[in-house]
């Protein structure tokens, strides 16, 4: 199995100001195994794209703690003090994107799709500066397209090959960061055999994926703890 | 305000809601609409990528990959469906929800709606809430009459900052329901014992009235 | 089963010069007995969005030969020698859009987005008279979102309150043009209860879909043949 | 062309193809290559919205709802997934395809592919071909030297319409192995004993040449 790598080799695909693609809803759907080896490691500068900032000190928010961060890219920061109070310090940058528009951005950054026209946040802060265009009759927004250096995602099972499928809303985002990174690296609870999903259940075909990493996290009363 | 306010807010947003409709709550009032929906058949919709938010597990049955948007523990009803966030927000953005409910700092005469950030403060969170605005078939304000402060919530002008030009169609407070117009807001209902003159004298803005007896 | 009609139900939705989008590659993942019931119709002037126009004298083939069509919307239209036919005497407007192009327009028509800026085919013919953005340094043209007043689509399985599965390859553009049509209706092979669809599975939810018809059509040895 | 050409210019294609690429083949020569991979493997995409074909079902097991994007029956590969026309074309358009393998009509000598139409007649058909020339990481034309009318496929100017700015990164024919850079086409290898003469007449264009020996 090429495609298996050891959660600290991920560290090998990053580069200080890099920008990453960080899976998960929350803590749900968050690849915590590798977002550890980051918060452990000396990198900085990273951008980061992720629906939120973790919680205060656990997933992403631990990168914040550790200093790895420059900025935060995403729709909702509110519930992580630590991120409110490092942006009041201006020790981190953030932009505050529509929830929509950050997963359409991405999905167009993975799909060779330049840039989009929404209608969400029109005549809004957010529009604040953004190119409008009227199309039939209604008012859009031009958003760009996001794409990331790396991508680190979470999935509940992979095949040896690197299809993968999600969690129930552990889903979220992570399809669409495995397809707009140059390096995707997932991390899973499980690796079965090639052919044991059906085809027709892939959500996210083997192509868009380039490693793999086993889970530290075992879920435990419907939550993941630390295995060892 | 005490919770038989919030209940009553919830009931009436309810008789709104069409047998069927497929339905996304935000957080406040909104989250109590499924205690109170008394065999009415809707579909929830969660942000986070599903279709049929069922009851509150037990403890036993938690799954933290198994959320609302509030990142609370959910179950699926039958018939549920999971997809990704960008496929969420075709629902949302693409105008296939046909019913929003959502809380407002603020709404306009208008029923362009503010819920999203406080001037003045860090604006740090906005989530959901423009998609939503911007897609939903129709938007109904579930709100408290007036902020903490006894702040009017239906107001002459926006001062809290916008959340999209698309207005709301129905606001619901302890108070009174409220049709927007273009010329207006309309109120088609009293749904508490208050005289005409005090909700005038606590409401923001001017009003015309329509009410059935 | 309130979404269960008759396929001839399907014509009250449709009014002449419409606009249908219709799922399917070739003959594949096409609705057929609701294709039947538009060729035995007298509706007019309808526009047809769908990749091809199905075969001479099948699926779309038949609306073709029956004369209900103003206007094809689709990316390969060679294959079908009655189209090329009416289209050089004049009687068949085409419009020709690269396969891409055609899946994405149709997902941003269901998505409220209003267009969108697509690599593909900059500087060609297909580009001529399009918007031309530089995004990052690449070339891009603008593309506008397609919309339809009816879609119909085809589907393997459907439960009952309409959450819907594909065949293979017969998925397609089904799942798309359930999003961006005014009135959806899928033909489906089977329908099962609710709850027998692992909602991990759903391709299209069923708040997409406003009507369920029970095909005509068999599969035998692979193909399908209409069963009575 | 006789089959032996057709078949050589697929191996020699196939040379091309890393271990455990993603690829996409069009239609004409591009087809033969499953049958020549010996033993590498590849995993095949197809347009309509699958990534891992199979080889070809026996009669019995043939599924109209199971084709290639030329509506030829298949099966699927171990590890094979489904998926609809927008996503595939994420694939295809997004840059994942390691290598699409194209016919052509006329390459020119930067590598700028005509593929989908001839002047003059009516243009029906454009499939995927466009995206595939906009996204693919590599793009190899498999073609015969020149057209059935004898006319060169390498010319120094498209008459054909052009199927995108992206170029081609290499030409394969049965006599030639072209890659193509910013001053024009290399040939890198011969694949007949034709002489640097006679392949210079049949081709439209001047190149430079970079042989092994």
Known sequence: MKKLIKSSDTLDFIKDGDTLLVGGFGLS???????????????????????????????????LLAGNLKKAVGSYFTTNRDAVEAWNRGELEIELVPQGTLAEAIRCGGAGIGGFYTKTAVGTKIADGKEEKVIDGERYIFE????????????????????????HTGRNFNPLMA????????????????????PHHVVTPHLFVDYLVESKYVKKGGVYVESV | MNQSDRVKIAKRVVEELPEGAVVNLGVGIPTLIP??????????????????????????????????????????DTGASLFDSADSFVVI?????????????????????????????????????????????????????QAKNNQPKLVEKLTFPSSGVRKAEML?????????????????????????????EITGTEFKEKIKI
Chains 1, 3 share one sequence.
């Open chain 1, 179 to 198: 397809t707009a990174a140059k390096t995707v690296i997932a991390e899973v609870d499980e690796i079965v055999e090639a052919g044991e999903i059906d």
């Open chain 1, 29 to 63: 759907g968050t690849p915590l195994t590798l977002l550890d080896e980051i918060a452990d490691s000396n990198k900085k500068d990273l951008t980061v794209v992720s629906n939120n900032l973790g919680e205060a000190g656990r997933g992403l928010g631990k990168l």
């Open chain 2, 35 to 76: 205690d109170y929906l008394d065999g009415k058949k809707v579909y929830l919709q969660s942000e986070n990528g599903l279709l049929g938010i069922g009851p509150t597990p037990d403890e036993e049955h938690v799954n933290m990959d198994l959320i609302s948007a509030s990142k609370k523990p959910i179950t699926m």
């Open chain 1, 144 to 167: 760009k397209a996001i794409k990331g250096d790396v991508a680190i995602i979470k999935s509940l099972k992979a095949d040896t090959l690197g299809n993968l499928i999600y969690d």
């Open chain 2, 93 to 145: 953005r693409g105008g296939h929800v046909d019913a929003a409910v959502l809380g407002a700092l603020q709404v306009d005469r208008y029923g362009e709606i503010a819920n999203w950030a406080v001037p003045g403060k860090k604006i740090l969170g906005v989530g959901g809430a423009m998609d939503l605005v911007a897609g939903a078939k129709k938007i109904i304000i579930a709100s408290t009459h």
């Open chain 2, 172 to 200: 619901v407070t302890e108070h009174a329901v409220f049709k927007f117009t273009e010329d207006g807001p309309v109120l088609i209902e009293k749904l508490s014992d208050i005289s005409m003159a005090e909700l005038r």
